[in-house]
Every structure is written in structure tokens, then in C-alpha cells.
């Protein structure tokens, strides 16, 4: 006995026990039934409706925190040779971050 006959056989079990002299079929009454429902009903949209919480959240999220200025004097530094970085500061940050 396997797993797969049981499980295989259960539509046709519960299809013979349903209504005596029904037609049999493979089918679950519950989706034929579904299916039926689907096919004479008329086409629905989908739809969404949104409040204005949204409009708010996405005007916050555009916004950048980004200072330009900063930015721009940086890369200036780093394109014309002068930027440096103590390497003790950089060996302290990654001690503390390894000991957190």
C-alpha cells in the first residue's frame, strides 16, 4: 500500500458514497460548483482604494537626507589626492565593531 493509491482513490471513494446513481466523476462537486459560478458570473475588475496617508508617506520617502554639498567637497577631495584616513581610527572601529 502507498501513500498515492490512498490519496488517489479518495475522489472516487467519496464520489460513490455521494448521491446513489449520481454520475461519477473525478471532480469535486465544490469545484465544478466554483467552476460553474466563474463561468455565468460577469467579469469583475480588481480594484484598490488608497488614503491619503499614502500621498504623505511617499512625499517623505522622496525626500533625501542627503547632503549634496558634503558629498561633492568629498569627492572633490578624494579625486585630487588629499584625502586621508588615520588608520587608528580605522583599527578602533573595527575592534568596536567586532566587540558589539
Request: charged residues 15%; without cysteine; negative net charge.
Amino acid at each position: 500500500m502507498s501513500y498515492s493509491n490512498e490519496i488517489g482513490g479518495l475522489p472516487g471513494a467519496l464520489n460513490s458514497i455521494a448521491a446513489p446513481g449520481a454520475p461519477q466523476s473525478n471532480t469535486p462537486a465544490a469545484v465544478t460548483k466554483t467552476k460553474d459560478a466563474l463561468a455565468s458570473s460577469p467579469e469583475q475588475a480588481d480594484q484598490a482604494k488608497l488614503s491619503s496617508m499614502g500621498g504623505l508617506v511617499s512625499q517623505a520617502l522622496g525626500g533625501s537626507d542627503v547632503r549634496m554639498d558634503k558629498v561633492a567637497k568629498l569627492q572633490h577631495t578624494i579625486a585630487s589626492g588629499n584625502y586621508s584616513v588615520s588608520s587608528s581610527a580605522i583599527a578602533g572601529k573595527v575592534i568596536d565593531s567586532l566587540l558589539e
